[in-house]
């Protein structure tokens, strides 16, 4: 079974220059969620998305992020314009609820530098 | 705020040797917990699960131990190998936040052969 893909694998832009980062989750999984992470740090959610449906954006800076999932299939995260604080990892995770509660699978993340 | 913690950063230990990491969590509405390796340059990488209505889990070398009076989290690693090696996050999800996972802040476990 593929896992989950995701591209570009790094990104160096310059701070308020725009950057798409796309994933394409494993196949059937419903769930879709982009997470921020910052060195030295756990992931933090930004966006969940069930199918093509936002479930929760709480977290998503929605000044400068923005997300889709038209088809309910892939996903791409927008930031226009980046600040220097964007820079991290960005991964993207997806799950079906019949592989138990909250079994996330991730992909292999996007780093993101902004100078 | 709620948070997932963990105790110690930073752990080394030899090979062979069994490692212990550490978790606290403040949410006591958590009813699910997750361990998660992180190698280097990829994304995590899942362990394994406990619910709160268990104490003890255990799978291929590891086991996770729950105490929901201390609000604590534990993985135990047997006989620790040099691929071991890896950044190790807990995460828990809340009874009201079905799906959403909230992570510490990771310990790095270093093998030396």
């Known amino acids: 079974e593929a896992g989950v893909a995701q591209s570009p694998r790094y990104k160096i832009i310059e701070k308020r220059q725009s950057v798409a980062f796309w994933c394409n989750p494993i196949?059937?999984?419903?769930?879709l969620y982009w997470y921020q992470q910052i060195l030295g740090q756990g992931p933090k959610l930004l966006i969940q998305?069930?199918?093509?449906?936002?479930?929760?954006d709480s977290q998503l800076p929605k000044d400068r992020f923005s997300a889709e999932r038209l088809k309910g299939v892939d996903s791409t995260l927008k930031i226009q314009p980046a600040k220097l604080e964007d820079s991290a990892v960005y991964l993207c995770a997806s799950r079906t609820p019949g592989q138990g509660r909250n079994t996330q699978y991730f992909g292999p993340g996007t780093r993101l530098t902004v100078l | 705020g709620e948070s997932v913690g963990l105790h110690l950063p930073t752990l080394s230990v030899q090979e062979g040797d069994n490692s212990i990491i550490n978790c606290a969590y403040s949410?006591?509405?958590?009813?699910?917990f997750i361990w998660y390796k992180q190698e280097s340059g990829k994304g995590p990488q899942f362990i394994i699960d406990i619910r709160s209505n268990m104490d003890k889990r255990q799978g291929q070398r590891v086991t996770v131990l729950l105490n929901k009076t201390v609000k604590h989290l534990s993985l135990q690693i047997a006989a620790t190998q040099p691929g071991d090696s890896a950044v190790y996050f807990c995460a828990e999800a809340g009874g009201t936040s079905y799906g959403k996972l909230t992570f510490g802040q990771g310990t790095i476990l270093t093998v030396h052969p």
């Open positions: 949410n006591s509405a958590s009813d699910y």
């Open positions: 196949s059937g999984h419903a769930t």
């Open positions: 998305f069930q199918n093509n449906g936002v479930v929760d």
